[in-house]
């Protein structure tokens, strides 16, 4: 159990409007147990995955909401930093410093905030979607190009 005890906010109501994935929600309150004052914490995809019970694939799609929702930042691989709203803190006047230091970007308490998450998950799906026509384009050409030569070909004899 963390012994850190300041937050900047209550994220209860907060959390619920986002209306998160299951395993993101899960993956939120697993590292917000596990982080060092301040909400960093070292953890790769595959030990989320673990603790959780759920595949790589799986924690790292948890991770990403997250990261869209802006509750929890990649800083390299192996190491993310929870939202400073959202961190634990072992004073209350290191939980206000490091609210007054974020940008406002990426504050919780923005009006908009929810719209914003719901925006940033609508392009990211986009995205996917884009690259997953991209791809089938590309498989398309690869098998029709290959045709094209099957039907070049002359027997000899």
């Known amino acids: 159990m963390s012994q850190l005890?300041?937050?900047?906010?209550?994220?209860?109501?907060?959390?619920?409007?986002l209306d998160l994935p299951p395993a993101a929600y899960r993956a939120l309150l697993k590292l917000r147990a596990l982080s060092?004052?301040?909400?960093?914490?070292?953890i790769?995809?595959?030990?989320?995955?673990?603790l959780l019970?759920?595949?790589?694939?799986?924690?790292n799609a948890a991770l990403r909401t997250l990261e869209l929702a802006k509750l929890v930042k990649k800083v390299r691989n192996g190491i993310y930093q929870i939202n400073a709203m959202?961190?634990?803190?072992n004073a209350l006047e290191d939980a206000v410093a490091a609210v007054a230091a974020m940008p406002k970007e990426d504050r919780l308490d923005a009006p908009d905030f929810v719209a914003s998450y719901h925006?940033?998950?609508?392009?990211y799906q986009d995205q996917l979607a884009q690259q997953r026509k991209k791809r089938a384009a590309?498989?398309?050409a690869k098998k029709a190009a290959a045709a094209k030569r099957r039907g070049t070909l002359h027997a000899v004899g």
């Open 86 to 89: 959202l961190a634990g803190y």
């Open 138 to 140: 590309q498989a398309a």
């Open 119 to 123: 925006r940033a998950v609508a392009n």
């Open 36 to 42: 060092e004052a301040g909400g960093r914490i070292d």
């Open 53 to 59: 019970g759920l595949s790589r694939p799986s924690a």
């Open 5 to 17: 005890r300041f937050a900047a906010v209550n994220a209860d109501g907060l959390l619920a409007d």
């Open 44 to 50: 790769d995809q595959a030990s989320v995955g673990e």
